[in-house]
């Protein structure tokens, strides 16, 4: 009783310090897959490993808490990566992705500088003049640093780590359905983007 009282007075004690957080924001994306395959994805694919250079529009938004006067700020985070373009040696892929997450940060003066982790990761891909569509899911790791520019306009840079671990039965390709993990040793998708945001 006395834990939950005291929960309640530090939640209390919060709220009065803290304003509402909403921040939309659009980026350009470029960076890279990495595929390394087992012995048996080996065998369906031809190689070991594949690499590609990516690129993407991503828009999203951030909506939490800013408590003032620290400049802390947690907010959950929602991102989409569209109209995405994955170059291999041999061929293209279309890309799409989705992330869900939390962030957490500060602002120091008009610089403010965040990590994130995203529990949600979904990337859909395609290859261009294929019929196959494939869906993998994950987590990733992110870190940025924003400059306000005027207002409400923020310049900023991030880095993302998507780590992809499972697969879908409604994939095209046998190596990314279900069972993913006898096929695909690892696959990891690194992002920097570049971009506005637009905090209130």
Known sequence: MKFA??????????QAHAGFLFEPMVAYEMG????????????IVGVDKIKSDNSAINYGAR?????????FWFAGNYNVAS???AKFDTHEDTFERTT???????????????VGYNFSDKLDFMQVNGTDKDHVTGTSIRAGIGF????????????VMHTYTAGSDESGSTIFQSDFEKYVKSFNQISYSAGLSFPF
């Open 5 to 14: 009282a005291a929960l309640f007075i530090t939640l209390i004690g919060m």
């Open 32 to 43: 890279s897959n990495n595929v390394e395959f087992t012995s048996d994805g080996q065998g």
């Open 63 to 71: 909506l939490g808490f800013l408590f003032a006067p620290s400049g």
């Open 148 to 159: 306000l520019l005027y207002h409400h306009i923020a310049f900023n840079l991030e880095g």
């Open 83 to 85: 109209s995405g373009k």
């Open 100 to 114: 869900i997450g939390l962030d957490i940060g500060f602002w120091r003066g008009r610089w403010n500088f965040f």
